[in-house]
């Protein structure tokens, strides 16, 4: 492991990682993202797709996770400071002491989605809780991928990644294009698409059988799907009682993945 | 509707308003709890069960929210400020500049759940946005209360209700005893009690039929139910991928819920 001492925080090997959040929100524009937490460096060191680019840690966890860091290759840099540097690096406390730096690379084709059974596709989710809570589920539930439209908010940030419980970084998606385009491509590829929707004239989601390749549509938090992306896939719905017509986005996904999951696992037995 | 302007933030008649954070997290005393928001006052207002004691709002928010102020009672005071003294009472920035206080009041016995058909009950959740995620879950999908162990976090903390989506304010709930004590009560009122853990050996959620009175029992965040309290339940677990595990607390019990309002509602046809 190549420990890199650091001691100023104007020194620019820990460029990166200056200002997190305002550049996290004001979205990365150079191909870059960060990673915080163990269990995400963990993660990202042992399954993801993604290229480490170095580690940035506090002094005082150098020992805490030399198991982990045992896993950083060796020409991966990992930058030890004192936490009040850390912390002034980044431009707020870091409770936990880690980050990471890797590089987003060349994203997949939508192609590359195309051979799963079970796909999670995701129109304008604008909230970033949300799209890693879809990741999670998406992974614990076994869709082979996820399909984002350009709205919908990057699952590569940071907040993204540790709601995903890390599934953002191995679990395959491609984010590109619009509703309108994924519902024509993932036609034509034979899917099912079920666009999850309150109307009560949808069929309801547990007295359905799902198909060979089903898609899950989810739209965004408030207004939903636009109407003319429902017409055109299987508008599924998920009975609910009397004066409640909405759940959290996510977990509405959750229901659908599950039953899925389910479903298909039983009929395989 | 009866407005008092507030000018300075120490006027004691808006004392229940002060250091709301710090009051929150060491818990409240003296019997009262604090709404946030325009969505959760109007539900305060219009079906909750608890006795509104004042509202507080910014200035600049009476115009707009005059519609909804127009059904606090008459003997309710509205205190009014500039949005400085308000955030100087509260000791954030209440961006949303709507605040209610109501009382707690006598709380149900455990009597008041037992003639539900569904039932969630939560052991030991200790985060609020998931004890909030419960009650939005259980109210979508019809449970007839929510029963908490004492270890289980207050659902009437302003962040549980926000995330609610109002449901704490309306669904009946009970927060007392133990897990053990629950179980006991539950089976003796007929409830067949569903223990949700990931055990490979516990029966798979969707090949379950539920019984006429159903509850679903939820455990802490990591360790989940202790083996002690599954013994004496139904284990129940939701198919996964491998390699996961575990899901959300409040997801898996959306997923739960959702299943039994189902396939119950299935069964009414």
């Given at each position: 492991m190549r420990t890199v001492p650091i001691s100023?925080?104007?020194?620019?090997?820990?460029?990166?990682?200056?200002?997190i959040r305002e550049r996290d929100l004001a979205g990365r524009s150079d191909g870059r993202f960060i990673v915080e937490g163990k269990v995400t460096l963990s993660i990202l060191l042992e399954r993801s797709r993604f290229e480490i680019e170095s580690v940035f840690i506090g002094r005082s966890r150098l020992e805490p996770l030399s198991e982990i860091l045992?896993?950083?290759?060796?020409?991966?840099p990992v930058y030890v400071a004192p936490q009040a540097v850390m912390d002034q690096v980044a431009g707020f406390?870091?409770?936990?002491g880690v980050l990471a730096c890797a590089r987003k690379g060349q994203p997949f084709g939508v192609e590359k989605l195309l051979d799963a059974e079970t796909l999670l596709v995701l129109n304008g989710i604008s909230n970033h809780d949300n799209v890693g809570a879809a990741f999670r589920n998406a992974a614990a539930f076994g869709a082979g991928g996820v399909l984002l439209d350009e709205q919908s908010c990057d699952p590569l940030y940071r907040k993204s990644i540790r709601v995903s419980a890390g599934a953002a970084l191995w679990l395959p998606f491609v984010q590109a294009g619009q509703g309108e385009d994924h519902i024509t491509g993932l036609q034509s590829a034979g899917f099912d698409i079920w666009a999850m929707t309150?109307?009560?004239?949808a069929a309801e989601l547990h007295q359905l059988k799902p198909s060979a390749k089903t898609a899950i549509l989810l739209g965004p938090?408030?207004?939903?799907?636009?109407d003319a992306l429902i017409d055109r896939c299987r508008p599924v719905r998920i009975a609910m009682a009397g004066g409640f017509d909405s759940i959290n986005v996510a977990t509405a996904g959750a229901i659908a993945l599950a039953y899925c999951h389910a479903t298909s696992m039983a009929g395989d037995d």
């Open positions: 100023d925080a104007d020194d620019p090997r820990v460029a990166p990682y200056v200002s045992a896993q950083v290759p060796p020409e991966v406390p870091i409770h936990r309150p109307r009560t004239t938090e408030g207004p939903g799907l636009e």
